[in-house]
């Protein structure tokens, strides 16, 4: 039986390159996506055409804490065995203080910080039975913080030590490790960074150029099989200084 692998947030940019890459490397994926519906159907077709029934989809709002159970049930009746869980989805864009509100502050916790510690909580018995792993897609402002984004940089800081807390709780069944990306795709939000904002992270970057989502992806694949590992955040962020 090849291994299972749950990956949230999965049909497009980063997840969408986590999915390929697992993939490629022998995994069936359970590819969960919240709006992107078309992506993620045509994203499993792609890859179900190499090697058939190898990825199926399921959609879920992580908003939603019922949802969250629905999809880890969901994930585990694929194939009837989960092997490794990728906490990618995230919710980010800018609340600057002064105008911070209640509910993107529940709605950058629910996603970065609430969803991967309950999917993680619907899923440990299952991937202690298969001496699984999870990866957390976290973020280099959980280091460094960032202005005009506190609630998400304090929602990732929060995910940063869910991972070395649950990798003592799960151990030694479970390894539990974190991706920490840097400048990697400029984000997508209403606005967007200005030019000059993507010219000073660069400079403080300092291999000066913007990594790839297949950076990212191949330390997700390191992590799930470096069974000697657990409880570590890599930064895979080109060098960043804060």
């Not at 590819?31 to 029934?53: G, I, M």
């Not at 916790?109 to 991967?116: E, F, H, K, V, Y």
């Not at 590992?229 to 962020?237: A, E, L, P, S, Y």
Request: hydrophobic share 45%; proline share 5%; with cysteine.
């Amino acid at each position: 039986m090849k291994p299972v692998a749950l990956v949230t947030g999965a049909a497009a940019r980063i997840g969408a390159c986590i999915v390929r890459r697992l993939h490629a490397a022998g995994y069936c994926v359970v590819l969960h996506y919240h709006r992107s519906h078309d992506k993620a159907t045509a994203l499993a077709a792609e890859l179900n055409a190499v090697r058939p029934d190898s990825v199926r989809i399921v959609q879920a709002d992580l908003q939603d804490v019922a949802a969250i159970g629905q999809l880890a049930t969901a994930a585990l009746t694929a194939w009837g065995r989960i092997d490794l869980l990728v906490n990618n989805a995230s919710t980010f864009f800018p609340t600057p203080l002064g105008t911070i509100t209640t509910a993107e502050w529940d709605n950058l916790l629910g996603s970065n910080a609430r969803a991967p510690l309950l999917l993680s909580q619907h899923l440990h018995t299952a991937l202690r039975t298969s001496h699984g792993a999870i990866v957390n897609i976290i973020d280099s402002t959980s280091r460094y913080g960032l202005a005009q984004f506190i609630p998400y940089a304090m929602a990732k800081a929060a995910l940063a030590n869910m991972t070395r807390s649950l990798a003592r709780e799960l151990a030694p069944q479970v390894r539990v490790n974190g991706v920490a990306p840097g400048a990697i795709l400029w984000p997508e939000y209403e606005g967007g960074t200005k030019p000059e904002e993507q010219v000073a992270t660069l400079a403080r970057t300092a291999l000066g150029r913007l990594g790839t989502p297949e950076d990212i992806a191949n330390a997700v694949l390191f992590l799930a099989q470096a069974s000697y590992v657990t409880g570590q955040i890599i930064k895979v962020d080109g060098g960043v200084r804060s």
